[in-house]
């Protein structure tokens, strides 16, 4: 296949092909419904769309085509696998034999290729960069999985919702939960518009992993967003879920004001949004024309400084090692590595004296850009990532979340939204500063630590499996944040599969319930439940990560990174130990809400006399899930958890940034002989054996506790809550943080929203009323001199014509013979008036 | 008994005159009027007549003779035409008012 | 003294009896008597004609106004004459603003014509002095032996003397004769029968 690439493309497209389908057949449902009483053609539009009945064809529609993407995209991953195979390409996991960088496979477009879609300037003359905003893909070994696992799960989410959003195929649906002056809300099933949601969802993550640039994975940040809100807002009528929809969004909005910073400052300085010409601009070559360069791999710092007379010298000064780092990150070219070039450091006599350039490579031209602002690009662009995976401090929508249906909340939590942060920080791992990634670190581990202890006192078992998210994510973040790479994403796909499983378990359970999900009225389902059981148990033992279980591998991996990071960082213990004790509350809350849910007596009877398993459309995704969190993971040997195939394939898409931050790390002096990449790894190594113990002892102890309490009944929970009330009232209310960010947000910006608005009245309104009111008044005065003096004259004058001429007018008396009087008088007058005027001239 | 001269003439003439016009300031009937304007035009007409009898000039000779006369002649003949057109319209003004009354003729009133 | 004495007692005799109809004219309120008055007023006049030589204006006096145009009058008094309109009356306080103007008007004139001085005024006129119809003719055709010298003008010089005595009424005459067939022609127009403009309406 010449572009098997084009795969995956197509696997994006046909969600979105669904979605389109969907929207175009209901806008015009709709549309001709509003109107087929004015118009017969609308009317049989109308009855040619489906009429009045609601039909599973829209499921079926999304269904085919999530599931035509699965079969795509395992196309694809074998063919990569097989393509790998004969291309003879070395996992990345050797990258310093960088002769056969994996790239290499991609520079043919077979499995990368991008074309312009918007222009912003020339590309002449212009080494910084395309100044142009691309549409791409690029698939390397984490793209290919990743598929691989949003396709499964969307298309088992998919084929469990057809059973689980029956009740919205009736014409009328009563909402329990919207009360109106009528008693419950009634309204007509949204069956078709929740998988158009779906397929606009699948398609916004599949082009989030597709995307070769920043851009694009930025317009399908905001896609995923926007579909999230409308999928958490599906039952709008009811306020909390409008809420919950709103606090997701806004609160994404804040990460992605982030998200946002970050984007500018790399297309300001770097300019260009493509991964690959951004970390090639960042990073130096790892070798140049004469074999392997000191500084390859790192961001080469140095200060500004004058240029020596010959040229030869970086205008940039870049400081000799011992000395402290220079305050700016050189930006290479693009096209750096094409042709003869001599990189930082070139020929090795230079090393630890001067580094040097050659003159072709004059890279203050090509420009450079302030540490600081790197780091603060990182940081923004993670906290767009913190918004979307529900980190701390933005944590705060995952919860509320749940009052989306919940297969939404499957697919949020396992394959989709929450997955894009962690993603995307893996992605774009190799633009991270130390300082950064030091955040990244801390923020996961305060996360999973916080959202571990929450999920103990939750009694909504959607609920307790938010917070298991929240805390895997967090998981995940602290195994980026600490080189743990693979690690890292190997936890996300593993996470997937069983937190999807346990969703949908719990999705099952809700809906064998009648929608009842506060676990305080359940208990015993096991035996009404069984199949739903028993796989939720699987899901509970993996991500509680008992040995064999995919949780246990990656959880493992997680470990082993932090220890190696913090064995050499002594002063960032608490990433070990954070990770380390929150395994064990993580194991005692999954199997508190298990023991809660299946075993025991049941509490409430009414719900219990009700409950049922629930028909085959939701048990076989849930079976197959189960399979999946058990064995996804396994390598072989199997027992060995360094030896899990999946980590393994993700190790092959790592960056060699990771080696070289985390390698740099260990050795901080850098010389020829050791590998850095092999250092961090060395240090996990030498502790695996105890990691994976203390790990192990710390899921025991949780799940020891666990059985003790809820099914031994050894210890009274309620007892205990009692005992404990400030703790747990602590816990249940989330660490206060809803009413922290509402005291510390909310009310003062109601606050200065309200002075604002007062300001504006008494101040900005009372002037403008002020200056009004003068004016007016001036008017009166200015209206009282045009009516009195103005139109008094004007009116005075025609006052005084219109008088005389009423005067004269009494002389027209139409009476001939006065007439006559007048003509005789007139004469007399006349002759008087002659006889003065000659007197007069006589006299004179 | 002194002689007769232009000024008896004159003064004939502006009785005649003065009669005309207080016949056309008092008399309402519109014939009445057109009387008093024959008794104004005869005043002057004795005027016309009696300046071509009297005036001479230094010498003796009449200078005004044929010219009074035959401006006496064209007022006698635009009085009448006049009195046609005016007697023409009183008939019109008797046809649609029914009345010689010039006082009902006040339509042009201020 | 024989002649002017006669001319004098003719003067006064026609002066007063014309003065005195002029003023019965005035005075008469019925309309019919006012027209006789008239008549014997306008013969009065003619008389006057005569007396001072206009023969031919006289007689054409007599003929157009009293033949022509009183008869006119007469018939307008006829034809209008219903019981009412015989005799309008006038109220006293116009006959008395009437009356004092009349009377002041009456004065300014005497006063006038008392300070007027004219050329030759007090001459008497010669018989011989009389104009014949002819010689009105051969003025109005411009004989020139028929004009009279023009001494108005004060122009004493012979030569242009001549240029003078071309001067003829024959235009004048003309136009009146066309202007009075113009204007009977209007009259008889305006006088025809009509439809009431108020029965119309």
């Not at chain 1, 050797?94 to 074309?115: P, R």
């Not at chain 1, 393994?648 to 931050?661: D, W």
């Not at chain 3, 009349?102 to 104009?131: C, K």
């Amino acid at each position: 296949m010449e572009h098997p690439g084009l795969l995956y493309v197509a696997a994006t497209l046909l969600p979105l092909a669904s979605f389109l389908i969907l929207l175009i057949w209901g806008g015009l449902r709709n549309f001709a419904r509003r109107n087929k009483a004015t118009s017969p053609a609308l009317d049989g539009v109308y009855q040619i769309l489906g009429g009045d009945a609601i039909t599973r064809t829209p499921a079926y529609i999304a269904t085919a085509a999530i599931a035509g993407a699965f079969v795509l995209c395992l196309t694809g991953f074998i063919l990569h696998a097989q393509d790998e195979h004969t291309h003879g390409a070395q996992p990345a996991a050797h990258a310093h034999d960088h002769k056969h960088d994996h790239d290499a496979a991609h520079a043919d477009g077979k499995w990368a290729a991008h074309f312009e879609w918007i222009r912003l300037g020339s590309r002449e003359n212009d080494s910084r960069g395309a100044l142009a905003l691309d549409l791409g893909f690029k698939i390397d070994h984490l793209a290919t999985i990743m598929f691989l696992m949003v396709t499964f799960i969307a298309t088992l989410i998919h084929i469990f919702s057809i059973g689980y959003m029956s009740d919205e195929l009736q014409e009328k649906v009563e909402d329990h939960h919207v009360h109106t002056a009528h008693g419950h809300l009634e309204r007509r099933g949204r069956f078709g518009r929740f998988f158009m949601y779906l397929s606009l969802f699948c398609f916004s993550m599949l082009n989030l992993i597709l995307a070769d640039n920043l851009f694009q994975v930025f317009i399908s940040w905001e896609l995923v967003g926007i579909c999230s809100y409308l999928l958490i807002g599906f039952y709008y009528e009811r306020t909390s879920a409008s809420n919950a929809a709103n606090k997701a969004f806004i609160t994404n909005r804040v990460g992605d004001a982030g998200f946002v910073v970050g984007l500018l400052i790399i297309w300001t300085y770097v300019g260009t949004f493509n991964f690959d010409e951004i970390f090639a601009r960042l990073r130096s070559p790892l070798h140049d024309s004469h074999g392997a360069v000191p500084l390859g791999g790192a961001f080469v710092r140095a200060n500004p400084g004058a240029a020596e007379p010959d040229g030869r010298i970086l205008k940039l000064a870049v400081p000799k090692p011992g000395e402290e780092a220079g305050s700016e990150v050189v930006l290479f070219p693009v096209d750096a590595t094409e042709g003869h070039f001599h990189g930082v450091g070139h020929g090795r006599k230079f090393l630890r004296s001067e580094v040097r350039l050659s003159p072709d490579l004059d890279l203050d031209g090509h420009g450079h850009i302030p540490y600081w602002l790197l780091t603060v690009a990182g940081l923004g662009i993670f906290l767009g990532c913190v918004g979307k995976s529900a980190q701390f401090p933005l944590q705060v929508w995952l919860p509320d979340a749940m009052e989306g249906p919940t297969p939404v909340s499957a697919l949020i939590h396992a394959a989709t939204m929450v997955a894009a942060g962690v993603y995307l920080v893996g992605r774009a791992f190799p633009m991270f500063t130390r300082e950064a990634l030091l955040v990244i670190a801390y923020t996961g581990a305060i996360t999973l630590f916080v959202a571990a202890t929450i999920a103990i006192v939750m009694t909504d078992i959607k609920k307790v499996l938010a917070y298991s998210t929240v805390s895997q994510l967090g998981y995940m973040m602290l195994a980026l944040g600490v080189g743990g790479w693979a690690a890292g994403l190997f936890h996300l796909l593993t996470h997937a599969f069983f937190k999807a499983l346990l969703f949908l378990g719990s999705g099952s359970v809700i809906y064998g319930c009648h929608h009842e999900q506060e676990m305080t009225k359940m208990g015993g389902l096991l035996k009404k439940m069984p199949i739903t059981g028993l796989t939720m148990l699987a899901g509970v033992l993996a991500i509680a990560g008992t040995p064999l279980f995919t949780g246990w591998y990656s959880k493992d991996a997680i470990l082993v990174a932090a220890y190696g990071f913090t064995s050499v960082h002594g002063e960032h213990m608490l990433l070990f130990l954070a990770p380390l004790v929150t395994a064990g509350i993580t194991t005692f809350y999954m199997f508190r809400m298990w023991f809660l849910t299946f075993t025991g007596e049941p509490r409430d009877a009414h719900v219990y006399e009700h409950a049922h398993e629930t028909p085959w459309l939701m048990t076989v995704p849930l079976i197959l899930l189960a399979v999946c969190s058990i064995g996804v993971a396994w390598g072989w040997p199997v027992w060995d958890a360094e030896a899990s195939a999946m980590e393994k394939h993700v190790h092959h898409a790592q960056h060699h940034a990771v080696y070289t931050e985390f390698g740099t790390i260990v050795d901080k002096d850098f010389h020829e002989g050791a590998l850095p990449e092999e250092s961090i790894r060395q240090a996990g190594q030498a502790g695996h054996t105890l990691v994976g113990l203390l790990a192990l002892f710390s899921a025991g102890m949780g799940f020891l506790f666990a059985f003790a309490v809820y099914k031994l009944k050894t210890l009274d929970p309620a007892e205990a809550k009692e005992q404990f009330a400030g703790a747990h009232d602590f816990l249940a209310h989330k660490w206060y943080f809803d009413e922290l960010y509402s005291a510390m947000l909310v009310r003062p910006a109601l606050a200065v929203s309200g002075w604002c608005r007062d300001f504006d009245r008494v101040v900005i309104d009372g002037f403008a009323n002020g200056f009004g009111r003068f004016w007016v008044w001036v008017s009166k005065w200015d209206g009282l001199f045009d009516n009195g003096v103005i139109d008094g004259l004007a009116n005075l004058l025609a006052t005084m014509a219109y008088g005389v001429a009423g005067w004269f007018r009494s002389l027209q008396t139409g009476f001939l013979r006065s007439y006559v009087l007048f003509l005789v008088l007139a004469a007399i007058g006349l002759f008087v008036l002659l006889k003065y005027l000659v007197s007069v001239a006589v006299a004179g | 008994m002194s002689p007769i001269t232009l000024n008896h003439y004159l003064a004939l003439g502006a009785v005649l005159f003065v009669c005309g016009v207080l016949c056309m300031a008092t008399k309402r009937n519109a014939i009445g009027v057109l009387m008093g304007v024959e008794l104004v035009l005869n005043g002057a007409n004795v005027n016309f007549v009696a300046f071509a009898y009297y005036l001479r000039d230094a010498q003796g000779n009449s200078v005004f003779l044929v010219e009074g006369q035959v401006f006496a002649l064209f007022v006698i003949v635009l009085a009448a035409a006049e009195a046609a057109v005016a007697l023409a319209i009183v008939l019109n003004f008797y046809n649609n008012h029914l009345t010689v009354d010039v006082d009902t003729a006040e339509e042009l009133k201020g | 003294m024989k002649f002017p004495d006669l001319h004098a007692t003719l003067f006064w005799v026609l002066a007063i009896a014309t003065a005195l109809s002029a003023i019965s004219v005035v005075l008469t309120q019925n309309i019919v008597r006012s027209a006789v008055w008239l008549l014997f007023s306008l013969c009065g006049t003619a008389g006057l004609f005569f007396l001072v030589g206009a023969d031919f204006v006289g007689a054409t006096q007599l003929i157009v106004y009293v033949g022509g145009t009183l008869v006119l009058v007469v018939f307008g008094v006829m034809l209008t004459a219903q019981g009412p309109f015989i005799s309008m009356k006038t109220s006293a306080v116009e006959w008395a603003f009437s009356v004092v103007a009349g009377v002041l008007f009456l004065g300014v004139l005497v006063a006038s014509i008392s300070q007027g001085t004219w050329v030759g005024g007090f001459v008497a006129v010669s018989p011989a002095d009389s104009t014949s119809a002819v010689t009105l003719g051969e003025s109005l055709l411009g004989v020139t032996d028929a004009t009279p010298p023009a001494k108005l003008l004060g122009n004493d010089n012979p030569d242009q003397l001549l240029e003078r005595t071309r001067m003829s009424y024959l235009l004048p005459f003309e136009i009146v004769s066309v202007h009075l067939l113009v204007v009977l022609i209007g009259a008889a127009y305006l006088a025809r029968a009509k439809r009431r403009r108020g029965a119309a309406a």
